[in-house]
């Protein structure tokens, strides 16, 4: 199994990222696919997940800023983030069935 995470990099203050995660050797439709981050110096934490009927949750703080999605044809699951803060500022993950992708650096900052 790999999970290939892409799609960081450094935005502005209210700007726009839309993060991905690629799969090899697990079906993202019959799982449940999540998005963590680990900012500077603290601990990774649960962004948002995706379960296999397409219902998803988000932390509070991401909740109507963030986007999960899924495309069962690409076998790949997206972030959308928008109105990005810097306390966004992260590595972020994604994971599935006990794996972990390699993290995407995202930077908000003017």
């Known amino acids: 199994v790999q999970l290939q995470a892409s799609g960081g990099g450094l935005v502005q203050p209210g700007g726009s990222l839309t993060l991905s995660c690629a799969a090899s050797?697990?079906?993202?439709?019959?799982?449940?696919v999540a998005w963590y981050r680990q900012p500077p110096g603290k601990q990774r934490e649960l962004v948002a997940f995706i379960v296999s009927n397409g219902r998803t949750m988000y932390q509070d703080s991401v909740e109507g800023r963030f986007t999960i999605s899924r495309d069962n044809a690409k076998n790949t699951v997206y972030l959308q983030m928008s109105s990005l803060r810097p306390e966004d500022t992260a590595v972020y993950y994604c994971?599935?069935?006990?794996?972990w992708g390699q993290g995407t650096q995202v930077t908000v900052s003017s």
């Open positions: 050797g697990i079906i993202f439709s019959s799982e449940v």
């Open positions: 994971h599935a069935n006990n794996n």
